[in-house]
């Protein structure tokens, strides 16, 4: 009666909330003219801590053996309890901080039931009714809208199951069963496609800078369940329909496409939408039917009689809220203020939040930290343009990421340096950033030009005054068009020259010395 009672608070609430937000402004899409998308997200995003939510168990990854790391609780034997982690709440009041969320004093957990053969208790452990936090909003910069933030919730992962053809059984993996897991249920304030990629993309990004998970798809520790319904424009909401396990942005952006279709094409010709759970085929592009859509009563909704309330002080939470890390809004607002463009900002951004996230909060180095640290004391516009356009390009043509990065803050600091003060030109600049990433040396810049021989000459010695002779008289129809008063044509001596110099002559100190002996 509990659980039957609570949710019918909980529809009457939601509805509210639907019938609320259709005060946003339509704007029509193309795609769908006369038609209005709504589109809300459930993420499940996998708390990056060293052990499980209730149990001892160390966290698995797609590496490890299936079936090592789950204790008796994992399995669901009788008389065992749960424990609770305090790192994954900590890591969840972290989370709800940076959502602007409001962290609950108190919340507690709930058993929510169905059978699967991955989930050996018959019953999952989660937050429906007394989250961790609520009413928080993530700001989508790019579309200028905020998404609104229901709850978020801490829960068990389940186990996993495979169907091998071949032998015609289903392999139950229990590794990752009781694996921390933050639902984070926003609003349906999403109408396109582009909206609710950028919305993901920017919770991975924030997910990824607070330390509490690493966002990984493609790895399945962020996974979405996506709510999709149309109606016609300026009437009443549609009924939605529920996308489940999504793997990837573009994948959901494609389910998100095809299910808006096909309710449209059932609602014009006159058929109604049935509320439902469905899937999503990649090599089709479409979603089809799993089952009908559940209600809180089918999951038999009960208070977990082993878990006791989880109690936040105050105080624990303001420790938290003061000791976080700084988030992408704040990240991006600094570097723009540093004088960098929109663009490198961005590309900065990007790279960043591909780092690798450490266990229980720990943060790793990314190119945020990497350019902050190599442009103590520097100019962050020359740091930047040879961290994205030099470094960042290299790495590219060499099929490695940031990551493989092996050129120390100190290097790179030091190769800027040495550009900078003209010691060596841009060109043997890049000739050795080339040679540290070829070799893997730990040598510095400075080394390295001596040993290469990439020291700049300057504009008044022996050396490149011989270059431009040998210029000059290798190119003499260039040399006499000079002289006739086609300056232009300097260019392609010059050409010559910093060929022959190997990067090593000044660009304007060949030029002044060219034009010295053309023109005397």
Wanted: charged fraction near 25%.
């Amino acid at each position: 009666m509990l659980a039957h009672g609570r949710a019918r608070l909980i529809t009457r609430r939601t509805t509210w909330i639907r019938n609320l937000h259709t005060i946003r402004v339509h704007k029509e899409d193309s795609r769908w003219p006369g038609w209005e998308l709504i589109v809300g997200i459930e993420v499940h995003a996998q708390i990056k801590s060293r052990r499980k939510l209730f149990s001892e168990s160390l966290a698995s990854d797609t590496s490890s053996t299936p079936n090592t790391n789950v204790s008796a609780f994992d399995a669901a034997f009788p008389g065992t309890l749960p424990h609770l982690n305090s790192k994954c709440v900590e890591l969840g009041v972290r989370t709800a901080v940076a959502l602007d969320a409001e962290v609950q004093r108190r919340s507690a957990f709930d058993r929510k039931h169905y059978f699967y053969a991955d989930l050996p208790s018959g019953y999952q452990i989660t937050q429906q009714y007394a989250p961790i936090a609520r009413n928080g909003r993530l700001h989508l910069e790019k579309d200028g809208i905020s998404v609104r933030i229901k709850q978020v919730q801490l829960e068990q992962d389940t186990g996993k199951s495979t169907f091998l053809p071949r032998n015609r059984i289903t392999a139950i993996d229990l590794n990752r069963a009781g694996m921390g897991l933050m639902e984070i249920v926003s609003e349906p304030d999403m109408r396109s496609p582009e909206e609710a990629g950028s919305y993901v993309r920017a919770l991975q990004a924030l997910l990824r800078s607070v330390g509490s998970s690493d966002g990984n798809m493609e790895q399945g520790s962020l996974r979405c369940d996506v709510n999709v319904s149309v109606n016609r424009k300026g009437g009443p909401l549609g009924t939605r329909c529920e996308i489940k396990n999504l793997n990837s942005v573009k994948n959901m952006m494609v389910a998100i496409t095809c299910e808006a279709f096909r309710q449209i094409a059932l609602l014009d010709r006159g058929v109604p939408v049935t509320q439902e759970t469905r899937g999503f085929d990649e090599e089709k592009a479409e979603t089809y039917s799993l089952r009908s859509k559940e209600d809180a009563p089918d999951y038999r909704y009960m208070p977990d009689p082993n878990i006791p309330p989880l109690l936040l002080h105050k105080e624990y939470i303001e420790a938290i809220r003061k000791d976080m890390p700084e988030l992408p809004s704040a990240t991006r607002a600094r570097l723009v203020a540093q004088g960098l463009s929109q663009r490198d900002v961005e590309v900065l951004m990007d790279v960043d939040s591909g780092r690798e996230v450490g266990y229980d909060g720990e943060l790793g180095r990314g190119a945020i930290a990497y350019f902050d640290e190599v442009s103590t004391g520097r100019d962050p516009k020359a740091v930047v343009n040879w961290i994205t356009h030099e470094l960042l390009g290299q790495l590219a043509f060499r099929h490695e990421t940031f990551t493989d990065n092996p050129i120390s803050v100190e290097q790179m600091g030091d190769l800027i340096d040495l550009v900078q003060r003209d010691t060596v030109t841009g060109t043997s600049g890049k000739t050795i950033l080339r040679h540290i990433l070829s070799t893997r040396t730990a040598d510095l810049p400075t080394k390295i030009a001596k040993d290469l021989q990439l020291v700049a000459v300057g504009g008044d010695g022996a050396s490149l005054e011989k270059w431009c002779q040998d210029a000059i008289a290798a190119l003499p129809e260039e040399a006499a068009a000079v002289r006739r008063g086609n300056v232009k044509v300097v260019n392609k001596i010059m050409g010559h020259v910093m060929k022959a110099s190997r990067g090593t002559a000044k660009a304007q100190g060949v030029r002044a010395m060219l034009l010295k002996l053309l023109q005397s």
